[in-house]
């Protein structure tokens, strides 16, 4: 598989995902409307733009090169056929990339009791 190919997918698949669990039963809580970034996680409010998280990305990739032409493929190895000339490389790769998630329910509006007022001519 194509790195591109498994970074589409892997997006695709956790939008779908995120997306399908917000129409069950008390899907509104999955990537509910929240207030401010918990602390060491991988979320983080955008305000108006809504909620984000970062999708680490620690893959194994092989650059392969065939008769001039290369690919960068995830995992993958193939057994070269006859006549051609090839050569290959085993990396790591580490990334981040942000991915904005589909918003669920807001959050319920707050309203204050009404405030009694101190005034000093009642007592």
């Known amino acids: 598989m194509e790195l591109s190919e498994?970074?589409?997918?892997?997006?695709?698949?956790i939008?779908?995902?995120v997306s399908g669990?917000?129409?069950?039963d008390l899907g509104g809580n999955v990537a509910?409307?929240?207030?401010g970034s918990p602390v060491g996680s991988n979320l983080h409010n955008g305000g108006r733009a809504g909620m984000f998280t970062v999708v680490d990305f620690d893959v194994a990739v092989t650059v392969s090169?065939?008769?001039g032409a290369g690919s960068i493929r995830v995992g993958s190895i193939e057994a070269p056929k006859d006549k051609e000339t090839s050569s290959e490389n085993t990396s790591r790769v580490k990334f981040a990339v942000h991915l904005k998630l589909p918003q669920g329910s807001s959050a319920p509006v707050q309203r204050s009791a009404p405030r009694s007022v101190y005034r000093p001519d009642i007592g």
């Open 6 to 13: 498994f970074i589409q997918n892997t997006f695709s698949e």
């Open 15 to 17: 939008l779908k995902g």
């Open 21 to 24: 669990a917000q129409t069950v």
């Open 32 to 35: 509910a409307e929240t207030f």
């Open 65 to 67: 090169e065939k008769d």
